[in-house]
C-alpha cells in the first residue's frame, strides 16, 4: 500500500490495484480546471486485491481524520472495504447497505460517507442509448453476462418500481461464481420481487451463446465479467449470434475489448446499437466527485466534461 502522508491541498483518493494505470489521472487534471476546483489533486491508493481488512480501515481512517483528504473513489475494493470499516461510517445510503458495497466515501461536517453509487451511474449512462418506453413497446430481455457489482447496478437500475411495467420482460444473469450469483440475485429480487429472473451458472462461453441466441429481438446484452480489459478474451464464443435489433453493451472502455468487436461484426446484419464503457466511467467518475467535493454537475458541464476527455482519451 501506498505511504499515507497528510494533504497539504484538497484531495481526492482513487482506491485501487493499479491507479497509475488508468485514464482518471490525466483527465482528473482538466477536470478540476473544468469545475474551478483548481487546487484539487487526485492521489491514488493501491492495495492487493482482497487485501488485508486492517488495510482497508487503516485507509478509511486515515481519510477521516486527515482535514484536507476529502474523500475517495473506490473501485475493485468495493465490498472488502465496506465489510471491513463500515463501522467507521457515520452515514451510509441505502444503496450500500442493500449490496454491501462502497464506491465513494467524502466528508460532510466531520461526518464520514459512504455511498454505492453505481445504480445512479448505470442510469445515467442508459438514458444515453435506451430509448423512453423501449421496453414496455419492444418486450425485450436482459442478458448480463457476469454476476458482479457492475451487473447488480445495471438489473437495479432497469428493474426499479418507479418505472412500473417499462422494465425488460426477463433478466437472465449468468457467473461462474454460484456464490456471487446467489448473492446477486438476492438483492436483485430485493429491488424487484415481481421481476422476471433467471440467474445460470456458465462455466464456460459456450453456456452463455446458448442464452444470447435465445433471446428476443430488442434486447439488451452487457459484458460484465471484465473480460476484454484485465483478462483476454470473451464471455462469448466466435460464432454466437447477437438477437436482431438489439442493444449491446461492453462495460470495458480499454483494453482488447473482444466482446464489442464480435457484436461490430454483426452491427450491419443485425441492426445492433453498440455502446462500450467510455460514459460509464465518465459518468461513475463524477457523480463521486460531485460528493467528494460537495458541488452539482450539471448537465452542461457534464457535457465539457465529455468533450475534454474525448481529446485526451
Not at 465479467?225 to 438477437?243: E, H, I, N, V
Not at 462500450?276 to 457534464?302: K, P
Request: aromatic fraction near 8%; charged fraction near 30%.
Amino acid at each position: 500500500m501506498n505511504l499515507l502522508e497528510k494533504a497539504t491541498v484538497p484531495t481526492m483518493y482513487f482506491i485501487g490495484v493499479t491507479t497509475t494505470n488508468s485514464s482518471i489521472m490525466k483527465l482528473f487534471p482538466e477536470w478540476a480546471k473544468a469545475l474551478d476546483l483548481n487546487e484539487a489533486v487526485l492521489k491514488g491508493i493501491d492495495l492487493e486485491i482482497h487485501a488485508d481488512p486492517k488495510e482497508y480501515r487503516e485507509v478509511v481512517e486515515f481519510i477521516k481524520n486527515d482535514e484536507l483528504s476529502l474523500g475517495a473513489l473506490v473501485t475493485t475494493h468495493k465490498i472488502d472495504l465496506y465489510k471491513a470499516a463500515k463501522d467507521l461510517f457515520d452515514y451510509l445510503d441505502p444503496y450500500a447497505q442493500m449490496f454491501g458495497e462502497l464506491s465513494s466515501i467524502s466528508k460532510r461536517d466531520g461526518a464520514l460517507r459512504g455511498h454505492a453509487k453505481d445504480p445512479i451511474t448505470s442510469r445515467l449512462a442508459l438514458e444515453r442509448f435506451v430509448p423512453d418506453g423501449y421496453w414496455k413497446e419492444y418486450g425485450g430481455e436482459l442478458l448480463l453476462l457476469g454476476a458482479g457489482g457492475s451487473a447488480i447496478a445495471i438489473s437495479s437500475a432497469l428493474l426499479d418500481r418507479q418505472h412500473g411495467d417499462d422494465i425488460p420482460s426477463s433478466v437472465k444473469m449468468t457467473d461462474i461464481d454460484e456464490r456471487r450469483l446467489a448473492e446477486a440475485e438476492k438483492i436483485i429480487r430485493k429491488v424487484n420481487p415481481d421481476a422476471k429472473v433467471e440467474c445460470r451458472l456458465a462455466t464456460g462461453s459456450e453456456e452463455n451463446g446458448r442464452l444470447l441466441e435465445g433471446l428476443k429481438p430488442r434486447s439488451l446484452v452487457v459484458n460484465a465479467t471484465g473480460m476484454g480489459k484485465d483478462r483476454p478474451g470473451s464471455p462469448l464464443p466466435d460464432r454466437a449470434r447477437f438477437p436482431q435489433d438489439s442493444l449491446v453493451w461492453e462495460l470495458n472502455y480499454r483494453g482488447e475489448r473482444d466482446f464489442m468487436h464480435q457484436a461490430l461484426a454483426q452491427k450491419d446484419e443485425r441492426n445492433l446499437h453498440v455502446e462500450d464503457g467510455w460514459i460509464y466511467f465518465l459518468h461513475g467518475w463524477t457523480q463521486v466527485m460531485a460528493e467528494v467535493f460537495d458541488i452539482e454537475i450539471d448537465a452542461e458541464q457534464f457535457d465539457r466534461i465529455e468533450q475534454l476527455s474525448n481529446k485526451i482519451r
